[in-house]
């Protein structure tokens, strides 16, 4: 994983924070800083700004004076809406009392694996994986162990027997991502049920990030439109905890504004967190959210299209020969191997000089993700377009 930042031993700090892994993407990033022309497409989000009819939400609950404390949970209307949506869009029927709204994913993550890891613990991640999981496991005082998932001729999957051997007597919890960031690999309900299985056989917990669930762009696994969920498959008693945002659907990763879903006997628990983590989310930001829950649907179709739109012109990069591209089954990003014996951080760094396309090298998702690129393509179909053509014109000069 990314390497901990070096403190002067005078400072005495705890271990936890000392260990938290610094990003992978940074120096990559300030590299591209600022240069003209660049069309980044190394972060985790789209083009579009927030709709305005969220924005309009937020400005008027500022104008009402809605700028006090507030419930730590969550206001009820944004609780309400949560389990209207989630019974929209997985059917069944969804408790209230089941979602608890945070600062952004990642408060919610972090909340999460406080509750089921700590010091002496395990917690497996398979990779290559969104470093924040690394992160919030490292600060939690638990130890991240790395599964290293398989890559074939129709992309990723997970290792199911390699997840069993490193399961020990201080593992407390296993992260999934479906649809992955940065892979692309969605899970299918025969995963699913794999990973639910493995969970009950040995106590887990399932800390269960399905962030881009409603991305799903390979027919053959989706359901009603949507990725396969743990929803699917589970029953009352199982332990997942659902990691979820507001940021990917509606364009509002500058909000921080998510969720955790829980059981809701942990709910004393979980505002107890919450109270000692931010005290609650600005009510204003809630009534945001409440508007893209209830208006959004039509906004999120049109995300989902242009995602596809970019997956199948991002796809052309295979036509080169110089990389390794299956068909990603969702989310929006593309990962990619490229052919050649240079680190990712040296292609990723040569493609700005030489490209001036802004990538993020795949050594920032874990040592598994080493030789490839991610690409985000949720953007307008122009840059992305543009992006190819100048990436497939440099590679044959990078890759050598």
Wanted: some cysteine; proline content about 7%; hydrophobic content about 45%.
């Amino acid at each position: 994983m990314n390497a901990s930042v070096s403190v002067p031993s005078l400072f005495n700090l705890r271990p936890e924070a000392e260990q938290a892994p610094a990003s992978g993407i940074v120096d990559v990033y300030n590299y591209g800083r600022n240069r003209e022309g660049l069309i980044p497409l190394w972060v985790g989000e789209g083009d579009l700004p927030t709709p305005s009819f969220i924005c309009d939400a937020a400005a008027r609950s500022l104008a009402a004076g809605e700028t006090f404390y507030t419930y730590q949970r969550g206001i009820p209307e944004l609780r309400q809406a949560l389990a209207r949506y989630h019974e929209r869009v997985y059917g069944g029927s969804a408790d209230p009392e089941r979602f608890f709204v945070t600062s952004g994913g990642m408060p919610a993550m972090q909340i999460a694996m406080r509750m089921v890891s700590g010091p002496g613990d395990e917690v497996l991640v398979p990779t290559p994986a969104w470093p924040n999981f690394v992160g919030a496991i490292t600060v939690a005082g638990a130890r991240p162990v790395a599964v290293p998932m398989v890559f074939g001729q129709n992309g990723w999957n997970l290792d199911f027997e390699r997840i069993e051997r490193s399961v020990t007597p201080r593992t407390r919890a296993i992260v999934v991502n479906s649809p992955a960031n940065p892979t692309g690999w969605t899970a299918t309900l025969s995963d699913l049920r794999a990973v639910l299985d493995l969970a009950r056989r040995h106590g887990l917990w399932i800390v269960a990030d399905e962030i881009y669930g409603r991305f799903v762009h390979d027919p053959a696994i989706a359901l009603d439109g949507r990725a396969p969920s743990f929803r699917d498959v589970m029953s009352p008693e199982d332990r997942i905890l659902f990691v979820q945002t507001f940021s990917k659907n509606w364009a509002m990763t500058g909000w921080r504004l998510g969720w955790l879903e829980a059981p809701a006997a942990l709910g004393q628990v979980i505002e107890n967190l919450i109270q000692y983590q931010t005290s609650g989310t600005p009510v204003f930001v809630q009534r945001g959210g409440i508007a893209a829950i209830e208006q959004g649907e039509e906004f999120v179709s049109q995300q989902i299209a242009r995602a596809r739109t970019g997956r199948e012109i991002v796809g052309r990069l295979a036509e080169t020969g110089l990389v390794e591209l299956p068909p990603p089954g969702g989310a929006f990003y593309a990962f990619f191997k490229v052919k050649g014996g240079k680190t990712s951080k040296e292609v990723a760094m040569a493609l700005i000089a030489e490209a001036n396309v802004g990538l993020a090298p795949g050594s920032a998702f874990g040592e598994a993700g080493e030789g490839y690129l991610r690409l985000c393509y949720a953007r307008k179909a122009q840059d992305l377009e543009e992006a190819v053509r100048r990436i497939a014109a440099a590679l044959p000069r990078i890759a050598g």
